[in-house]
């Protein structure tokens, strides 16, 4: 299977066009959802009506009672997707090794997919975007146009200012008392934050909390350069310099930072991927989801 | 010494340091997991960069004219010249040009007395293979002059005008003092009047009563001093008393009106060498080859009042700029 590359993510911005080719490389009907597509689980006859789609006439039973008659499909869709996409300013890091590409971008492809085979699947799905302290919130629905409103607003945001506090997060996250898949991309460098707390919350609230933790490769190796002087985007003041004598102590504070996280997700059963920027997105999706699976 | 001013001219690297923007802050990369790394002091860069260039200039070109003011210096621009004193007779210098072959050389008048000092102090200005003509009726120095340029002086002894000098005589023995003025040869010429006016030098007193109080003379010949008390204590200089009273001198003596020539010839002969100067004595004409002497230190530098134009135009010049930029 030709996976996607993920330096296809930096050459367009059409995110339809990603989306189709990720998927094509992934095969149908990898998300155990619970719920039926319409058609699938039948429930009733009844009168055809001008209106109705001819494919969904029952024709054996024209044949016998010569009338026309629809079958009604059971469509009891009780799980909604939500898509949490973490648009801090910190997501904005690019990858070093591919130009044109940063986090962002492959949380938002990684999302979108998503939302994509919710969609062929008859899912409701909704999304929720943190950027800049505010909590933008899509309201689930089914159909190609809320995937194309989705998608819309995946491609508007961007990546600027802090994560919202917890009062922002705790009135945004307005989910529905019924079982609910939560995707949620994140960097989570702010580790424990409102952010990490809310979404522990909706797993402790017996929703399906699934993470994915985009990292760069560089991110992960301490592979950055000594020439320039860095700045933290989400943090006020000073200047850092990253060279071989300071890259061992950057990994060790890292590595303490993530196994806090891995430690608290796994403490709250919460499904953890790693994703790095430069894997092929394909890859990640298919763990992502087939983690989901397993469970 | 004043040459050693040049020495400053590195004072022009001031500006220079002044006007390039020293410190630029490296730009700094957003790093999102900047937070695993210890904070460090911003680096900075030296970056030469220029800001207000006009300005700088100015600067640069004030400070090099206040040195060069300093240093007073003095460019050899006088090629050839012919220095005439004043008052040469111009048909005999035009001849002596020509004889010369100095035809094509500047002409420079100076007064007589002042002609060879003045070349002298001035001679850094005369280009090295210059020569130098010098013509007119120039006095002899006291000691041999030296030139670093090749000079030729030629000179024409004016015929000598005596000089004339207004003597007042009063008194019964007149004609004795006349005859004693008349005497008097050389450059002086005595004019005697009856009455002193503006112009008496000399009053010759030969009575008993005092003169009017207004009326005054540089100095005086008393025959009699009982009418000037001034005269009673005076100091007696080889057998001439004298004192200074608001009228003028006073010169006074027992043996006057001179009674043999010889006590005549000596009395104008004191007068003369104490109040007039000699008569100049005519140099004669000579050659003088240049020697390499030492420049004469005085010499002033004809550049130095456009320097300090200069100074001043471009002080304003930089005052107005400053000004402008801070607007």
Redesign the interface.
């Known amino acids: 299977m030709a996976s996607v590359s993920s330096a296809l993510i930096a050459h367009t911005t059409n995110l339809d066009l990603v989306i189709r080719h990720v998927l094509a490389g992934l095969g149908q009907g990898i998300h155990a959802g619970r719920e039926r597509g319409s058609g699938v689980e039948f429930s009733e006859y009844r009168a055809y009506a001008p209106g109705d789609e001819w494919r969904r006439v029952d024709w054996k039973l024209l044949a016998r009672a010569d009338r026309y008659y629809v079958r009604e499909a059971e469509r009891d869709s009780h799980v909604a997707l939500w898509l949490v996409l973490d648009a801090s300013a910190s997501m904005m890091e690019p990858s070093r090794s591919i130009p044109g590409l940063d986090k962002l971008a492959y949380a938002r492809t990684l999302l979108a997919c998503v939302a994509a085979i919710a969609q062929r699947q008859g899912d409701a799905f909704g999304l929720v975007v943190l950027s800049g302290g505010r909590v933008q919130f899509t309201p689930a629905a089914r159909g190609p146009r809320q995937l194309q409103r989705v998608l819309a607003r995946l491609n508007a945001a961007r990546a600027e200012g802090e994560l919202p506090d917890a009062a922002a997060l705790k009135s945004g996250l307005r989910f529905a008392g019924a079982p609910s898949l939560v995707f949620a991309a994140s960097d989570f460098l702010d580790f424990p934050s409102p952010l990490s707390e809310a979404l522990l919350r909706l797993r402790h609230m017996r929703h399906d909390v699934r993470l994915a933790c985009i990292q760069t490769e560089a991110e992960c190796t301490g592979g950055f350069d000594a020439d320039p002087a860095y700045r933290d985007p989400e943090r006020e003041g000073g200047v850092f310099r990253f060279g071989a004598d300071l890259r061992e102590g950057y990994l060790r504070n890292r590595e303490a930072h993530f196994a806090t996280v891995t430690a608290a997700c796994r403490a709250a059963d919460v499904p953890l991927v790693d994703a790095r920027i430069e894997q092929a997105p394909g890859d990640v999706l298919r763990m992502w989801l087939r983690q989901a699976g397993r469970r | 010494m004043n040459s050693l001013w040049w020495l400053a001219l590195p004072t022009l690297l001031l500006p220079i340091w002044w006007h390039r923007k020293k410190r630029v802050q490296?730009?700094?990369?957003?790093?999102?997991?900047?937070?695993?790394?210890?904070?460090?002091?911003?680096?900075q860069m030296r970056v030469w960069r220029w800001a207000d260039v006009i300005l700088m200039i100015l600067r640069c070109l004030l400070l090099a004219c206040l040195i060069a003011w300093l240093a007073n210096p003095v460019l050899p621009w006088r090629g050839n010249t012919v220095v005439v004193a004043e008052g040469t007779d111009a048909r005999w210098a035009e001849q002596q040009v020509q004889a010369a072959g100095f035809k094509d050389a500047a002409r420079l008048s100076l007064p007589a007395a002042r002609a060879l000092a003045w070349v002298r102090s001035h001679e850094r200005e005369w280009k090295p293979d210059a020569r130098l003509l010098v013509l007119g009726d120039i006095p002899m120095p006291a000691t041999p002059p030296q030139f670093r340029h090749a000079l030729d002086l030629r000179t024409l002894a004016k015929p000598s005008v005596p000089g004339e000098v207004h003597v007042a005589v009063a008194g019964e023995r007149a004609g004795e003092w006349r005859r004693m003025f008349a005497a008097l040869n050389g450059p002086l010429r005595a004019v005697v009047e009856e009455a002193p006016g503006a112009k008496t030098e000399l009053i010759v007193w030969d009575q008993l009563e005092a003169p009017p109080a207004s009326m005054r003379a540089p100095l005086w010949w008393v025959a009699d001093a009982s009418a000037f008390p001034e005269l009673a204590k005076a100091p007696t200089v080889d057998g001439i008393r004298y004192a200074d009273s608001a009228r003028g001198r006073l010169w006074t003596s027992d043996a006057w009106p001179p009674s043999d020539p010889a006590a005549a010839r000596r009395l104008l002969e004191t007068w003369r060498s104490l109040h007039y100067a000699p008569l100049p004595y005519t140099a004669p004409s000579q050659s003088f080859a240049a020697s390499p002497t030492p420049a004469a230190m005085h010499a002033d530098g004809a550049l130095r009042g456009f320097l300090m134009w200069a100074l001043v135009a471009l002080f304003a010049l930089e005052r107005m700029v400053t000004h402008a930029r801070r607007r």
Not at chain 2, 26 to 43: D, S
């Open positions: 490296v730009a700094a990369e957003p790093m999102a997991t900047a937070r695993f790394l210890p904070r460090t002091e911003p680096r």
